[in-house]
């Protein structure tokens, strides 16, 4: 089993900036991919940002938050960050990191084997 635990959350000012830490506990050594998905209130939960486990390579981002928003891994800790900036209104929702052992890299969050808890971020006008 993994532990996934998310923090870093808060109120921001359009055209600010939060840094979202993920922090991985338990059998860490399955994990392959580890993402970032975002559910804004009455939306679908969407994909925000994915990164390889083992390297930290790989980042890929969704359209909305490219160019804004970077996924990172600390390779001396089992952390992964997300730090966004130039942050919009359209960028409020519960963050949730998520982790899998497997499957296609991009594949939806239906394949994702471990959630957090996820944190709220809200960005005011």
């Known amino acids: 089993q993994v532990q996934l635990v998310e923090s870093g959350g808060g109120l921001a000012q359009a055209g600010g900036s939060l840094r979202l830490p993920c922090a991985a506990s338990?059998?860490?050594?399955?994990?392959?991919?580890m993402g970032w998905w975002r559910q804004a209130p009455g939306k679908e939960r969407e994909f925000v940002a994915i990164?390889?486990?083992?390297?930290?390579?790989?980042?890929f981002y969704s359209d909305s938050v490219r160019g804004r928003f970077t996924i990172s891994k600390d390779n001396n800790k089992d952390m992964v960050y997300l730090q966004m900036s130039s942050l919009k209104p359209e960028d409020t929702a519960i963050y949730y990191c998520?982790?899998?052992?497997?499957?296609?890299?991009?594949?939806?969050?239906?394949?994702?084997?471990?959630w957090g808890q996820g944190t709220q971020v809200a960005v005011s006008s």
């Open positions: 338990g059998r860490t050594a399955i994990i392959y991919r």
């Open positions: 998520a982790a899998a052992n497997g499957g296609d890299y991009n594949a939806g969050r239906n394949t994702y084997d471990y």
């Open positions: 990164v390889r486990w083992q390297t930290g390579g790989g980042a």
